[in-house]
């Protein structure tokens, strides 16, 4: 197993050393720049056409312009090129004990809050945390945790806080 990654960074850096010392046997600045800039450029990107146009004035000097709209691209990272975009499902909260619309937010004197659902159930959270944010009218899910407690899910906000059933 690890002579099969000496191999392969072995390989990695060889590539990429004999690539580079062709860029360096090039004696004109702009052209060894653009060896390296190919270098550096993943081959999708490289066949793009380029984004600006060089065009003369009437005083016959030219200036670049941009070829077209387009935003610039961040570059994806190495996992996203090998990948791809996989998009991986959102949980969905397993166990389902209670689910409704917030009918009134109450915040108790310990900073944390109490919910009223439209079913008449009243949740409150166990602990203060600062990151909830409840509104009248939220989705809420609650779902069954660990160890007997249960867990708050906000729809809008995608918070999930601890919380314990008062009625």
Do not use: H
């Amino acid at each position: 197993m690890r002579s099969g990654r000496v191999v392969l960074m072995t390989w990695m850096l060889g590539a990429g050393a004999a690539s580079g010392d062709d860029c360096r046997a090039i004696e004109d600045d702009a052209d060894r720049l653009a060896c390296y800039d190919r270098l550096a450029t993943p081959e999708e990107e490289s066949t793009a056409p380029q984004a600006a146009a060089v065009s003369a004035d009437a005083g016959g000097e030219a200036r670049t312009q941009a070829g077209t709209e387009e935003a610039e691209v961040a570059r994806p990272g190495p996992l996203r090129r090998v990948f791809g975009a996989i998009k991986l499902p959102k949980p969905e909260p397993v166990n389902v004990v209670a689910s409704g619309k917030i009918v009134r937010v109450r915040e108790l004197a310990r900073g944390n809050f109490e919910l009223e659902l439209d079913s008449g159930e009243v949740w409150r959270e166990n602990e203060r945390e600062l990151r909830t944010n409840y509104r009248i009218g939220d989705m809420v899910v609650i779902s069954s945790g660990m160890l007997g407690t249960f867990n708050l899910d906000n729809e809008r906000s995608g918070q999930r806080t601890k919380a314990r059933k008062v009625r």
